[in-house]
């Protein structure tokens, strides 16, 4: 049972997780990398297959060709979008990927736990929704902790297994940066931006069916 | 920042959350719904896109066409299965579904947000990424809360989208059956009853590059 404090600190670390784009160069404590990865570890998983790994990542060269693959992808995007604006918070993302101490490259399995897993065997997809589970608890825990986490999910995923030397049928769902930031933002930062507004929750949710309001 | 009251109340609940498959008919408090609701709203979305819908399910008929639907499935996989236990455990979920007082279908929209939400543009599938944080989200909250929550991964996405009038192109990600419980276990259930281990995480961890062991 958790008594209203308890619940309350829950509540709090899920409002005030942020995705952080600037990172200071102080060096992370060895504890609280144990502990938000094992806040992750224990995510759920379908079948309980636990299809993920961790990669930790200190090398500043490592970090320079992890964020180069992520320039040439903010580049090629970039002739997508009409302007300037768009692929300007994707550059501070690959800045960030350089100053963090610490980046963790999250991936999935596929294969663990055999051939049929249950339940991915109907939904093959929730072997990487297990994985997002595991990444919103490393978050949740980082937080906690007090650091700062940036996820970056623009790349080729070949690049990344090129960089990591990940095997092809692994997939590398994420790029984590982690560190201490003198930039913690109170609301979310495309928010901020008025990039895009929180949407009404109640709009959200219906009830019995789809767009039957409550 | 957290104090380490604080912290120790996430990390707890991060390690007790279970996934549950039996249900009391005790109705739960609508403040709690909102509660765990607007938990999953504050997940992290890639590029802001806020992609989930929740159809809260308190229709009897509903639930029992679900179950069915759910049951469908199990059906199906107990033909690429040798024996019985592995669809006993797939079994009970159904069950779940039809005892639990709530059923919460989570949804993701890929459209949502326009045509190259940034970040989704260069990976699709961080939209369902984002939904299965929402879903940790709440399942935290439900933890927090007292409540059970069930994740239900076994149907055919187009029954479900039938059986709640879902427009084709949303993904019905996840059928989560919600209640309270007596039966509330320490370990995973499929932990519990030598299913699978729980890996060791240090074996999973590697160090700037895949397989290089720390």
Known sequence: MFSNEEKASIYKVIEKRRDIRSFLSTPIQEEKIERILKAAHHAPSV???QPWNFILITSDDVKERLAWA??????ALAIHYEGEKETKFLG????GLKEAPLTIC???DPTRGGAHVLGRNSIPETDMLS???AIQNMWLAACAEGLALGWVSFYKKNDVRDILDIPPHIDPIALLSIGYTD?????PIL???NWRKRESLEHLIFKNKWNEQR
Not at 70 to 75: I, L, Q, S, Y
Not at 92 to 95: R, S, V
């Open 47 to 49: 079948g309980f297959m």
């Open 70 to 75: 992520a320039d040439k992808e903010r580049r």
């Open 92 to 95: 501070l993302k690959i800045e």
């Open 106 to 108: 999250v991936t999935c």
């Open 131 to 133: 994985t997002a589970c």
């Open 183 to 187: 930039d913690y933002p109170e609301k």
């Open 191 to 193: 928010e901020q931006e």
